[in-house]
């Protein structure tokens, strides 16, 4: 779940750019930050752990100069938070080439062997180092028969893609050459293209979200397609290949949590995703006939559902909940004892619109449970009289393969278990959980085009046809003991 921007500029310094554009995604990762630009001599890079306004002074932004760059915000799904995993990461040969990268290779085992065979080395244990290597291998193939232009590089994209497994989500800067994008043939993770400007003189931009581009003037023009590449030479010039058939299959946890609600990607509104979800349950918890005083949103990403279930049910929608801004996300706090510890500091509750009321809290989903038992809790101390909850999202029950951090069921408060005992185990007087017919069908109302969701974390159903028992056993085995 991390976020990747790529600019080409040609009035304003790449580096301002991505750095407004890295803000606007800060909630895909608060780790660590990194940019590179690009100054048609050398590269100028600065990475550090942290948010992106707290990794660049003013001194920095001045020394990042080119008029093309990339950016990234981490999200840690796996390994240390050394800096060594952060990117962008480099490699010199053939040509210089930096990269970023969203999502997550199911095959690094057998990548990593690949590549240490080429006499490559690795500085970390990151799938994106192992993505780049490959890339570079094919690349350096690809120009010995010809020489370096658009079709020499999709061509090194599609040898390299018939190597990976998995998800991934790429914007590499290419010293001579440019700045290229691409995604897997599932689209499980988004790219977005954007422009800025008119005729020769525009600008072009790669993000992870649309909702990226109107912090540096950017306007969206379309999704990267599943499957495809697109690159912007050295003079401006977008160059796009379909260079693996492409089966769209986008991640729907993408809709659900992760994106921001003033994203579209795919063709799917974000928010209109949520007010979809919002009425589907809606109107599951009417037929239940469930007596209930009040509707209270856990902030912030579950006020659509709250709104249009309140809406329902005919019933008032209310804010009890308040949210410290300047705590982050507890889902991707770094372990469970961090994150049990952070959700009194994050939110606290407004008593009068708990004293005696049951109350139907509604919540976008419920992973590991930690977060909505301790909130339950602290309704009842509010003087809560009965205290309801309701999932936008179906049980969380099996690990995610592809970039956000759910990988052990251990973790998972629905793994194995009935909704009966998971409402026992948060605490809850009744839950209601979404459907997974409803979730599709929320989400593809917005592009019927889509005929498939990665909704593994859901259905234990894995898009890449690749993940096995005991890829996740393993998988599993390694992050418990890591």
Not at 112 to 130: C, F, G, H, P
């Amino acid at each position: 779940m991390c976020g990747i921007v790529g600019v080409v500029s040609r009035k304003t310094p790449a580096a301002l750019d991505v750095y407004e554009c890295l803000q606007s995604l800060q909630h895909r990762g608060q780790d660590a930050s990194g940019i590179v630009t690009h100054d048609r001599r050398f590269f100028h890079e600065k990475r550090g752990e942290g948010l992106v306004r707290e990794v660049f002074s003013v001194d920095d932004m001045m020394g990042l100069k080119g008029s093309a760059g990339l950016g990234h915000v981490r999200y840690r799904t796996s390994g240390s938070l050394s800096l060594d995993a952060a990117q962008p990461f480099f490699v010199n040969a053939p040509l210089g080439i930096y990269l970023v990268h969203n999502g997550n290779l199911t095959n690094t085992a057998e990548l990593t062997a690949v590549v240490s065979q080429k006499s490559r080395y690795l500085r970390s244990n990151s799938d994106s180092e192992i993505l780049l290597n490959v890339f570079a291998d094919a690349l350096a193939s690809a120009i010995r028969s010809s020489p370096i232009s658009p079709q020499s590089i999709f061509k090194a994209v599609g040898a390299m893609m018939d190597q990976l497994r998995g998800a991934y989500a790429c914007i590499l800067l290419i010293d001579k050459v440019g700045l290229l994008a691409f995604r897997d043939p599932h689209g499980i993770r988004p790219l977005m293209i954007g422009s800025r400007g008119k005729g020769r003189q525009r600008d072009f931009a790669f993000a992870s979200e649309d909702a990226a581009f109107s912090a540096a003037s950017f306007k969206a023009i379309r999704d990267v397609g599943a499957g495809e590449a697109v690159l912007i030479d050295m003079s401006g010039k977008m160059h796009a290949f379909q260079v693996r058939k492409g089966e769209l299959s986008p991640c729907i946890f993408e809709y659900i949590y992760l994106a921001r609600p003033d994203s579209a990607m795919n063709g799917v509104s974000v928010y209109k995703t949520h007010l979809r979800l919002g009425r589907l349950l809606g109107r599951q918890i009417r037929k239940a006939k469930v007596a209930l005083d009040v509707v209270i949103p856990i902030p912030d990403s579950a006020r659509p559902e709250a709104l249009e279930i309140a809406h329902k049910l005919g019933i008032p929608h209310r804010e009890g909940l308040v949210k410290n801004r300047y705590i982050g996300r507890t889902f991707i706090m770094p372990d469970q004892k961090t994150r049990a510890a952070s959700v009194r500091r994050k939110l606290s509750v407004i008593p009068l619109e708990f004293k005696g009321k049951r109350v139907l809290l509604v919540d976008d989903s419920i992973v590991r449970g930690t977060t909505i038992r301790q909130i339950i809790a602290m309704c009842r101390e509010a003087g809560a009289k009965k205290v309801y909850v309701a999932s936008a999202a179906p049980p969380v029950r099996f690990q995610n393969v592809y970039g956000v951090d759910i990988p052990t069921r251990h973790e998972l408060v629905a793994h194995g278990k009935s909704i009966e005992k998971v409402r026992r185990a948060i605490g809850a007087d009744g839950l209601f959980y979404q459907t997974v017919p409803d979730m599709i069908e929320a989400a593809r109302v917005g592009n019927r085009r889509i005929t498939r969701f990665e909704d593994s974390v859901f259905t234990g159903d894995y898009v890449t046809g690749d993940v096995t028992p005991a890829y996740l056993r393993k998988l599993e085995k390694n992050n418990h003991h890591g």
